[in-house]
Antibody, heavy 121, light 107 residues
């Protein structure tokens, strides 16, 4: 079955960097668009970024544009989120989510368990 | 950005009740709307896609309707395991945006 496992979260100081990973299994990773979605403590959901199945297109929320980079390694079945210049408002649980198909539909059909990022001095 | 407004923000109902949540978009989004369920400490789960289509494996007591700017999510007969927060999500335009959530409790 589809499994997504995030890692790389932790406590980081403002202005520093962190890289999240999402290991995928149970499906053909290279055939699906992938997303990052975050949730600040006690708050709602915020879409962060999307990457096409082949990495050819990437789009970001304005709140992270220019600071975060989404990427993927289809040979390793892994999705990444490089987060630079972190701010307190980036504190959240970060989820990776698989799209429904090769053509990106923005249906978040499968989710990982999330990894917590805390930005604090 | 398209704003998604859910109501109510919280809701208390009894087992067996019919529960309805509404979601209003700030502009026409056709039927590009999904509904998710999130239980405490868990990842969200897709329940309804394209406004009215039931995701595979989701119980038939869940349903969705609407198009344009006004959408409705319904649980026909509330079960104890339905206690969760529910979110609508539009994907007509980037950025994808979510409603603020509706927390559903058992009375």
């Amino acid at each position: 079955q589809v499994q997504l496992v995030e890692s790389g979260g932790g406590v980081v100081q403002p202005g520093r960097s962190l890289r999240l990973s999402c290991a995928a299994s149970g499906f053909t990773f290279s055939s699906y668009g992938m997303h990052w979605v975050r949730q600040a403590p006690g708050k709602g959901l915020e879409w962060v970024a999307v990457i096409w199945y082949d990495g050819s297109n990437k789009y970001y929320a304005d709140s992270v544009k220019g600071r975060f980079t989404i990427s993927r390694d289809n040979s390793k079945n892994t999705l990444y989120l490089q987060m630079n210049s972190l701010r307190a408002e980036d504190t959240a649980v970060y989820y990776c989510a698989r799209d429904r198909g090769t053509v990106t539909t923005y249906h978040f059909q499968h989710w990982g368990q999330g990894t917590l990022v805390t930005v604090s001095s | 950005d398209i704003q998604m407004t859910q109501s109510p923000s919280s809701l208390s109902a009894s087992v067996g009740d019919r529960v309805t949540i509404t979601c209003q978009a700030s502009q026409d989004i056709s039927n590009y709307l999904n509904w998710y369920q999130q239980k405490p400490g868990k990842a969200p789960k897709l329940l309804i896609y394209d406004a009215s289509n039931l995701e595979t494996g989701v119980p038939s007591r869940f349903s969705g309707s609407g198009s344009g700017t006004d959408f409705t999510f319904t649980i026909s007969s509330l079960q104890p395991e339905d206690i969760a927060t529910y979110y609508c999500q539009q994907y007509d335009n980037l950025p994808v945006t979510f409603g603020q959530g509706t927390r559903l409790e058992i009375k």
